[in-house]
């Protein structure tokens, strides 16, 4: 009888750390890779440029092909201050731009070999 709850106990466990991990990576968003776009747009009003604005987006890639990446921007920002950053995030978010435009941000030797022994780690753990 002492097999069977044990067996209903760890089967339990397993179901209830199973729902935690399910909530806790429910919302994050994986990129292939991060980078930074910048490129200027003209500002008008009226039909009249009035002047140009220097944007630089933080952006995480979606998915790739051989030229292009499809991108989600996690940030943005400009050089003057009363431009409406909404639309031009709105501008390039879940589009596609040419991959050599972007210049990617490249993790360093230490993180990426701190993310693998973590990864090493966790997988023992739940085993």
Request: charged letters at 30%.
């Amino acid at each position: 009888m002492e097999i069977i709850f044990l067996f209903v106990g760890i089967i339990i466990g397993i179901g209830v750390v199973k729902i935690y991990q399910y909530i806790n990576n429910k919302g994050e968003i994986k990129y292939l890779r991060r980078g930074i776009y910048t490129n200027s747009y003209s500002v008008s009003k009226l039909g009249l440029v009035t002047g140009i604005v220097e944007v630089q987006f933080e952006i995480g890639e979606l998915e790739k092909n051989s030229d292009k990446s499809k991108v989600h921007v996690i940030n943005v920002s400009t050089s003057k201050t009363d431009s409406d950053r909404q639309s031009l995030k709105s501008m390039i978010h879940n589009s596609w731009i040419e991959s050599t435009k972007i210049e990617w941000i490249e993790d360093s030797i230490e993180k990426i070999r701190e993310e693998k022994l973590n990864k090493i780690l966790n997988n023992g753990k739940k085993s």
